[in-house]
Nanobody, 125 residues
Framework: VQLQASGGGLVQPGGSLRLSCAVTGFTLNRPAIGWFRQAPGKEREGVSCLSTNNDITHYSDSVKGRFTVPRDAAKNTVYLQMTDLRPEDAGVYYC???????????????????WGQGTLVTVSS
């Protein structure tokens, strides 16, 4: 099982960015998979998670309405589409999955069992 996150970078406040998480070793039709971020000095938090078997998504209150989690089954890739970015959205973003459970809510709140490496997002003018 491997998750490969990419797409981080520098973006101005109000801008948009799309992160990618390419997965190998499993297909996107059973597990919960999602995105977590860790800001400097803070704990890692789940921000956007997807139940791949029923497309139910869970978003933290801080990103609701601004972030979405589209996926491309053919590429076995999940994305984090971020819009209206704010300085407080900055941090290292990780994709994570739990192959044993499918609940997006549980994934975002309990954390993943399998992790990709982080990708840094900086929001600054």
């Amino acid at each position: 099982v491997q998750l490969q996150a990419s797409g981080g970078g520098l973006v101005q406040p109000g801008g948009s960015l799309r992160l990618s998480c390419a997965v190998t070793g499993f297909t996107l039709n059973r597990p919960a998979i999602g995105w977590f971020r860790q800001a400097p000095g803070k704990e890692r938090e789940g921000v956007s998670c997807l139940s791949t078997n029923n497309d139910i998504t869970h978003y933290s209150d801080s990103v609701k309405g601004r972030f979405t989690v589209p996926r491309d089954a053919a590429k076995n890739t999940v994305y984090l589409q971020m819009t209206d970015l704010r300085p407080e959205d900055a941090g290292v973003y990780y994709c994570g999955a739990d192959l044993d459970h499918s609940s997006s809510y549980a994934l975002c709140n309990r954390g993943a069992k399998d992790w990709g490496q982080g990708t840094l997002v900086t929001v600054s003018s």
